[in-house]
């Protein structure tokens, strides 16, 4: 059942400087479009935050002297993961309540700071310690910035804009994977980690421009019951179900594109492949993840959100799968583009649909639950990873890894589109019997 937010306005303000937010998305206005336009580049610079790890790691591994292997590799590879659950989860939370600007702003400078002390690490531990305090901001502000983005736009257009908003991340990862073709081997991998630098001195300022800021919302009170906020709202009749499968489905589809944006290149060098082919491959993935931001905006649009991931996650699942039988080259670099459109794609979708499904008061909560707990497989992704490969069981055990995450999130997306429909039903069950009895 898809539910609404009030038709109250809620309470804004207008600090001194700080442009306020319209008391309704009725149109799109220009202000609007800066913030938005503001928001999607910093969610580039979160992509770029999270994929740069990838094109360096073949680099900490055999040039730093830091006594990293496979498995010790991805375990540094998933502390920015582990930040990112912490982030997602307390972020989202506290944009309901503290107001998203602040969020925003304050993530984008923590991620962006931190990145820039990774280039100075003197040793893995300090390496994999400024990764985990990153990848805090990194979390946080996904859900921020889709939450304050919801409340900007028409509610008509809310899902194709949120799932378009996504389409910063791969953006991001490729550019990561194009500016480590020429740099790495010119510089060396810290410089890969100063771009952030970028982030902070353009893109953070602009956001303290451009941004409107919010406040906690005031709920109108219930003679039956008291409207509440936060997580026990999310954990509870109606939400408890979908919340709980939303939370899941996210879980598996980022286990299989931070797995795939974390190990790609290594897998593809340790197949045979140079390093700038390497991350060739790894440019392939992130532009077929741009492309399915695109694609599935407008699929999810005309088909829904839902039906349009399932989809997309069945996609990836045997693009991902083709690949263990060793196909051409021409043809990795399809079945990239395709895991790249599939799994990036259905977690966009799902973004758009948690957007859409919960009410205002709890959007930014919902998302930051449903990313938050989904990080645990951004998290375990890494290492999995890492631990297939130290265990002998070759490139192929991480691509079946990762098809298989794939097929369970279509499945658990079949199962949410299931629950969606009876609810729907029941509802206009409910409302013809009230039609009748008038």
Known sequence: MNHTPSAAAPERTQQQGVPHLPRASTRFSKRSAAAVLVCWLLVVFDGYDLIVYGTVQSS????????????????????AFLGMMIGAIFAGRMS??????R?????????????????FSPNAFVFGGLRLLAGIGLGGLVPSANALVAELVPAKCRSTIATLMMSGVPIGGSIAALAGIPLIPAFGWPVMFLVAAVALLVVVPLGMRFLPETLPQTLPASKNAKQTVGFKSLLRAPYLGMSLLFAISTLVTLFAWYGLGTWLPNLMQLAGYNLGSALTFALA?????????VATAW????????????????????ALAVLVAGPPVGLVYVMLVLAGVGTH????????????????HLRGTALGWALGVGRIGAVAAPQVGGLLLAAGLGVNSNFLAFAGAAAVAAILLGAIGAKIKTANTQSKNTTSVGVSNV
């Open 345 to 360: 794609g259905t977690q966009c979708l799902i973004i758009a649909a948690v957007a859409s499904h919960y009410p205002a």
């Open 60 to 79: 900490l591994i055999t040039d730093t002297g830091w006594g990293l292997t496979k498995a010790t590799a991805g375990t540094v590879g998933s502390m």
């Open 96 to 101: 309901d309540s503290w107001g998203r600007r």
């Open 103 to 119: 969020t925003i702003i304050a993530c984008a400078a923590l991620f962006s700071i931190f990145t820039i002390l990774c280039a």
């Open 285 to 293: 993935l992130n532009l077929g993840a741009v492309v399915g931001s």
């Open 299 to 318: 699929a999810g649009t005309r088909f829904g959100p839902i039906p349009t991931a399932i989809a997309a996650a069945a996609v990836a699942a045997v």
